[in-house]
Structures are given as structure tokens and as C-alpha cells.
């Protein structure tokens, strides 16, 4: 979804960087980041400082987050394992996961995430 800019005009361009930074999941995480929600889609840049991270959640829809630096420790399905710079972590919906970035750095990543469930009524992120 374009969003108007002041002149009347649809903006179509939209920089993280210079958007407000706020908390990507509330009281669940320690995330922060900007976001940008079109008509189907949930877009956001987001950090994770060192050693910190979510508590177990799910989103009732499907999510991708890309690492673009630094590396996350995720615990999904019965396994933990480690989602270094340059890797696509692929989340189910309705699956229960925490995110943490590893002891070595902050983690900055791009998540995507589908927002059917969310346009029904339903809470986009759910603590489990």
C-alpha cells in the first residue's frame, strides 16, 4: 500500500534508516526497528543487541528474516541452532521460536511477514 506524502502524492519509497525506531514485538522481545505494513506484506529492518532477544512467541502467519549482520541463536521445533549474515530463517506459521542475537554482536536483519491473519482481527504476534 502507497501512503500519501504531504503534497497528495503516493510514496512508494520508503527508508528505514530515517524512520522512527520502536519495538518490533512490545514486552516479548528486545528488538527494535522500523517497519512498513503494506496491503498483504509486514516489512521491517530490525537490531537485537548482543545476548538479547525474544521470549518464546508465534505469528498466526508465515515469516522470513534475513541476516544482514551479525547472527541470531534461534530454538524452533525442538532444535537450536545458529542463523549467521547472510541466511534466510523461513518460520512456519503458528510456530513457537525465540531469537536471540549470539554473544558475539548485535544482530541486524530484514523480516517479512504475511499479514492474513492480522487484516482478520487476530493479534500479529503471540506469546506462547
Not at 519509497?13 to 520502536?22: A, C, I, L, Q, R
Not at 510456530?95 to 499479514?115: C, E, F, K
Request: net charge neutral.
Amino acid at each position: 500500500m502507497a501512503h500519501a506524502s504531504q503534497s497528495g502524492k503516493k510514496n512508494y519509497v520508503h527508508n528505514f534508516h530515517t524512520m522512527e525506531k520502536t519495538a518490533t514485538l512490545g514486552a516479548l522481545s528486545t528488538s527494535q526497528g522500523s517497519s512498513f505494513t503494506g496491503e498483504r506484506i509486514y516489512s521491517g529492518l530490525v537490531t537485537k543487541k548482543v545476548g538479547t532477544g525474544s521470549k518464546p512467541h508465534y505469528h498466526p502467519d508465515e515469516t522470513f528474516n534475513y541476516v544482514l549482520k551479525g547472527a541470531m541463536k534461534v530454538n524452533m521445533d525442538g532444535q537450536e541452532f545458529i542463523v549467521p549474515t547472510g541466511c534466510l530463517l523461513h518460520i512456519p506459521p503458528n510456530m513457537v521460536h525465540t531469537s536471540v542475537a549470539t554473544d558475539d554482536g548485535d544482530v541486524t536483519y530484514l523480516v517479512w511477514r504475511d499479514i492474513v491473519s492480522e487484516k482478520a482481527g487476530l493479534p500479529s504476534t503471540v506469546e506462547a
